[in-house]
């Protein structure tokens, strides 16, 4: 197995994916199919499952021996090594069929012999996870909107200081996310016209509460995609769609919390 990246941004691309993966789950389990990587799973309480698909050509190199190459490794100390790139670094990710328990990630400069600069090499244990991959079925869903990830990043990181729960009610007028707590109540009105995009069902009124912990986790950066997509409907896990560009995506699912 050898996989490389060379472009810059699908290098911060990377590094930001594996940001958010660790929050979400101390274990990765990483499917190395002969079209994609696929990376899915779940945090430890089940409020949440990410879905991550990187098609063959989002990558620079991708090569798979084998049919398909399943691995699994602690994402924290995987997410600290490919932190450590510099910006003039490409990323290369070499699993030896003679020594598969254990996962090289070298850090080549694109100029040899540049004086000062150093290339790095790493080797990280696997360990072994067993997860099975769940079949993820498609939904209509009743409001869908967009927003700039850079907009929706401040907003929910604000929200964080005044709750632990956020209320979103879609409307065909417009958004709005509230929360509230010891340290008082935030609402935040989002016109129609300021989204990327937007539908509703015709008459439809959306008021569903989500844990904002968990939202944060999944909304932790911006560098992911320029808009960040959310679907939602009264009877399903909320969907927030992060687009990496070349047919490549990062879906989280979430369930909301249930009136008490």
Same mark, same amino acid.
């Given at each position: ?6 472009? /810059? ?13 660790? !929050? ?28 991550? /698909?990187?098609? !063959? !050509? ?35 990710? $070499?699993?030896?069929?003679? *020594? ?12 040899? *012999? $540049? ?7 790493? /080797? ?12 993820? +079925? ?22 964080? *200081? ?7 009610? %879609? ?45 944060? $986790?999944?909304?932790?950066? *911006? ?12 009877? %399903? +896990?909320? $969907? ?15 369930? +909301? /919390?249930?009136?008490?």
């Amino acid at each position: 197995m050898n996989i490389y990246i060379n472009d /810059k941004k699908k290098k911060e691309t990377f590094v930001s994916l594996f940001q958010v993966l660790k !929050n979400c789950s101390s274990i990765i389990s990483c499917n190395f199919e002969k079209e994609f990587l696929h990376i899915q799973g779940m945090d430890k309480s089940h409020i949440c499952l990410f879905d991550v /698909k990187l098609k !063959n !050509n989002w990558f620079n190199n991708y090569e798979i021996n084998e049919q398909s190459k399943k691995v699994s490794f602690d994402s924290n100390v995987f997410h600290s090594i490919i932190s450590s790139k510099s910006d003039n670094q490409d990323l290369l990710i $070499k699993l030896d069929n003679d *020594n598969d328990d254990t996962l090289h990630i070298n850090f080549i400069h694109q100029e040899s *012999n $540049k004086k000062g600069e150093f290339n790095k090499f790493f /080797k990280m244990p696997l360990t072994n996870y067993e997860y099975e991959e769940l079949s993820i +079925p498609s939904v209509d869903y009743d409001a869908e909107f967009s927003l700039s990830s850079k907009q929706i990043t401040d907003i929910f990181s604000q929200l964080s *200081n005044f709750g632990n729960d956020i209320i979103i009610k %879609c409307s065909e007028q417009d958004i709005s996310l509230t929360t509230n707590g010891i340290n008082g109540e935030m609402r935040v009105d989002i016109p129609i016209d300021d989204l990327s995009s937007y539908s509703i069902v015709e008459e439809e009124e959306i008021i569903l509460t989500y844990s904002l912990l968990y939202i944060n $986790k999944m909304c932790i950066t *911006n560098k992911l995609s320029t808009d960040v997509d959310f679907s939602l409907s009264n009877n %399903c +896990p909320m $969907k927030i769609n992060y687009s990496l560009g070349d047919d490549s995506l990062m879906v989280f699912y979430m369930a +909301p /919390k249930m009136n008490e």
